[in-house]
């Protein structure tokens, strides 16, 4: 039951952080898909001006069904998975004589976002893929599912998979590792142990801070796995433009310098902190409710 829990609150923190998010994500995506020559987008309010103009609002709001799918089974899987191995290395830490509950959380961070991104993956795939292009031809979400099964079978789902791993695992790391630590820090500084609950508005300008600092870390990997997981979708003379994680580097680097692997810096540094904060806030409100403490 205890795990169910989590899960739930997990799942209900990642729906209320992609819907907060939804059109800074848009914005992330089209900015890192911008190959070098001509920009369509070259700053954040002429961008979404033109999304609303040429798409209206729903253009904002592109790939937002599988986004809260893809975060709820994302959000489900880590938040379990992070609580029991947090609680083992802690326990195992305690009877070592060995308490490091930074360096706990760190673990318990990569670990989760591993799991968590190892299942949620195809939905990522084709919430970018929805984003970068629209459903070609009107077609439904299951349909153009159907449609990348064709093209490139499974390994079509987990194209980036590598680039995400190096990106997700060592970013969620670091956020759980600085939101455990950045949580202490203002327990300590109110007179209370470190076992004890933030409220909510602290919870959620830690949670904000700890998403700002980790995604400055692993920006330019999600700019390759974004770039991978739309490659066969190029035109038919620019498709297989990389041939993978260390081409596409290269590539960038050549094309467009060490600027293309921070493009979509702001809205990534804006979406990361609005979605950390209420990721976390979210979840511990929703745990506390469900286990019906207040």
Not at 69 to 94: I, M
Request: aromatic share 10%; hydrophobic share 45%; glycine share 12%.
């Amino acid at each position: 039951r205890a795990d169910a829990l989590v899960a739930a609150a997990g799942a209900a923190s990642g729906v209320a952080a992609r819907l907060a998010v939804a059109p800074l994500d848009v914005l992330k995506i089209r900015f890192q898909l911008q190959l070098g020559g001509a920009a369509e987008y070259t700053g954040l309010r002429q961008a979404a001006r033109r999304i609303w103009t040429e798409e209206g609002v729903r253009g904002l709001y592109k790939g937002t069904v599988p986004s809260l799918a893809l975060w709820a089974v994302y959000s489900g899987v880590q938040f379990p998975v992070y609580a029991e191995v947090k609680a083992r290395a802690d326990a195992w830490a305690a009877r070592a004589g060995r308490e490091a509950p930074g360096a706990s959380s760190f673990a318990a961070g990569a670990m989760g976002a591993a799991a968590a991104t190892a299942v949620s993956y195809p939905l990522d795939t084709l919430r970018t893929q929805w984003v970068y292009q629209g459903l070609p031809g009107g077609l439904r979400l299951h349909q153009h599912a159907w449609r990348v099964l064709a093209h490139e079978g499974l390994r079509g789902f987990y194209r980036g998979l590598v680039p995400a791993l190096a990106q997700v695992v060592p970013g969620m790391a670091l956020s759980f590792y600085f939101y455990d630590t950045f949580k202490r820090a203002a327990l300590g500084l109110r007179g209370q142990p470190p076992a004890g609950r933030l409220g909510a508005i602290d919870n959620f300008a830690v949670g904000g801070v700890a998403g700002l600092l980790s995604k400055l870390v692993v920006h330019p990997l999600d700019t390759a796995k974004k770039r991978l997981q739309t490659n066969w979708m190029l035109p038919h003379g620019e498709r297989g433009h990389y041939r993978g994680l260390a081409h596409c580097a290269a590539t960038m680097m050549r094309e467009e310098g060490i600027v293309g692997f921070y493009k979509g810096t702001v809205p990534t540094l804006a979406k990361a902190a609005i979605s950390s904060a209420f990721t976390f806030a979210t979840y511990d409100a929703c745990l506390r409710e469900l286990k019906g403490q207040r």
